[in-house]
């Protein structure tokens, strides 16, 4: 069922992907580290930005249908599992190297990258989150941060509309707010107990 909820996240990028009329996007799984979608043809930092956006958008819908159904039945796996795909589709949203989040934000403000680095970094070191996927992330999105921190950017960014900075903006912290307060209600502390009253 993981595995579906994932997929659906991956479809969500396929279908903007389409939508533009971009190449025929292929969906890859990587075995304990997820999975990506890859596409080739000419796009603007703003097309990126809602390609990136349909994956943790369709990721939500699937966790919200999940936090439905465990409401609805009363089973603690179907909130355990709406729980962590809201979760992950969160997490995801964090503007740093390969995350989704950096290829939003990059259209409202490439600067984002830099507070994005600094918040996972932060965090990392006062939860101990460190783990060898984390430090990959971290690596990779040294090279966006610092190219952002210089104001050595691709000059495209620079091109995208203040119309399509406000629309970029407004979905991506809307979708923020879904995604915390999916993670907020859904959270199973104890099995067979949720903070949603029955």
Avoid at 63 to 77: D, I, M, R, S
Avoid at 80 to 88: E, G
Avoid at 176 to 187: D, E, K, M, P, T
Wanted: proline residues 6%; aromatic residues 14%.
């Amino acid at each position: 069922m993981f595995a579906l909820l994932i997929l659906l996240h991956e479809v969500g990028h396929a279908v903007f992907v389409r939508g533009y009329g971009l190449s025929v996007p292929n969906i890859y799984f990587l075995p304990g580290l997820g999975a990506f979608t890859s596409f080739s043809g000419s796009y603007t930092p703003y097309q990126e930005a809602l390609i990136a956006f349909g994956g943790p958008l369709f990721g939500a819908i699937g966790a919200g249908v999940c936090l439905a159904y465990g409401v609805l039945t009363n089973e603690p796996f179907w909130l355990a599992l709406a729980y962590t795909a809201f979760f992950l589709n969160l997490f995801n949203m964090i503007p740093l190297g390969i995350f989704d989040g950096a290829r939003i934000t990059g259209a409202i403000s490439p600067k984002l990258w830099i507070a994005g680095f600094v918040i996972v970094v932060t965090l990392a070191i006062a939860f101990h989150w460190w783990s060898p996927i984390l430090l990959i992330v971290i690596v990779l999105g040294i090279p966006r941060t610092i190219a952002a921190w210089r104001g050595t950017l691709d000059a495209r960014y620079a091109a995208v509309t203040p119309a399509e900075k406000l629309k970029i903006a407004t979905a991506y912290f809307g979708l923020l707010a879904i995604l915390i307060a999916g993670v907020v209600f859904s959270h199973v502390g104890v099995p067979g107990h949720s903070v949603v009253s029955t």
